[in-house]
């Protein structure tokens, strides 16, 4: 199975319409792949708040028409990254699309853990509530993004519901990106997944970030990783290792349970 994983800059100066016309560009360039992925919030840039209001679009706009498009065109199933999405009867929300090779909508998922603590995502967006799973020929992947990758207990429930293939855009500051390689080997080795975590290059919002898009194997080796520009990158990899790890060291048989919780100490 060949990935791409497109590591785009998102920088002041380039408008939303060119960069969406850019990345349409670039997704028809991987013909051939089998999966494309690209980063969390790339129209706007994940840090550049004051854009969310503004560029906030329905699920079924401007952004997602032209990946529609590019997916169809290119004949890939395209990840493509998230948006800031309006919902007409709620709040924003941080929301990924995934698209069929045809260019049919196959998933939408909104993201669960906000970051920012108390200002930014945390409290401009609204949270998400479902694990979502889409079955490819090859794999089922599971969804994340950014900020999820640091809460262990979602991917464990994607791979409940058949996951085994981690995919995770992401707008990841560079200041902390030793977390980033840390965390995608650690979610690929206690769900014994791959993971394909697709970041951003360039400065969001003055923020720097980490690019480093990273791919590791369920055995927590690193097939491919990306520098810090932008960059498109590359990788084939063989589903099937999933089950053979799985069955080689059968360490998911072995969770316990329903623990409870400890009394008060005394």
């Not at 509530?129 to 889409?134: A, D, H």
Request: charged share 25%; proline share 6%; net charge negative.
């Amino acid at each position: 199975m060949r990935a791409s994983l497109i590591q785009i800059a998102v920088d002041e100066g380039e408008s939303v319409e060119s960069r969406r016309v850019r990345m349409g560009a670039l997704v028809r360039e991987q013909a051939g792949a089998d999966l494309v992925v690209l980063p969390e919030l790339w129209t706007t840039g994940a840090f550049a708040y004051e854009l969310f209001g503004s560029e906030a679009e329905p699920l079924e706009g401007p952004t997602y028409e032209a990946m529609a498009k590019a997916a169809s065109d290119a004949g890939v199933w395209l990840h493509a990254g998230s948006i800031p999405e309006r919902d007409p009867e709620g709040p924003l929300y941080n929301t990924s699309l995934v698209f069929s090779p045809s260019g049919e909508l196959a998933a939408a998922y909104r993201k669960i853990h906000r970051f920012g603590f108390d200002k930014g995502e945390a409290v401009l967006m609204g949270a998400g509530s479902e694990l979502v799973t889409v079955r490819l020929p090859q794999t089922v992947i599971g969804l994340g993004t950014c900020y999820d990758l640091r809460f262990p207990e979602l991917f464990r429930g994607l791979v409940d519901a058949g996951a085994e293939t981690l995919v995770l855009p992401a707008g990841w500051p560079e200041r902390r990106r030793s977390h980033w390689t840390l965390l995608a080997k650690a979610r690929a080795v206690e769900n014994q997944s791959f993971v394909l975590a697709c970041g951003t290059a360039g400065t969001h919002a003055g923020v720097p970030q980490a690019g480093h898009s990273i791919v590791v194997d369920p055995w927590g080796e690193v097939l491919a990783e990306a520098g810090a520009g932008e960059e498109v990158l590359t990788v084939e990899f063989d589903p099937s290792r999933v089950s053979v790890t799985r069955e080689q060291f059968p360490a998911l048989k072995d969770r316990v349970l329903g623990l409870e919780r400890p009394g008060r100490a005394r």
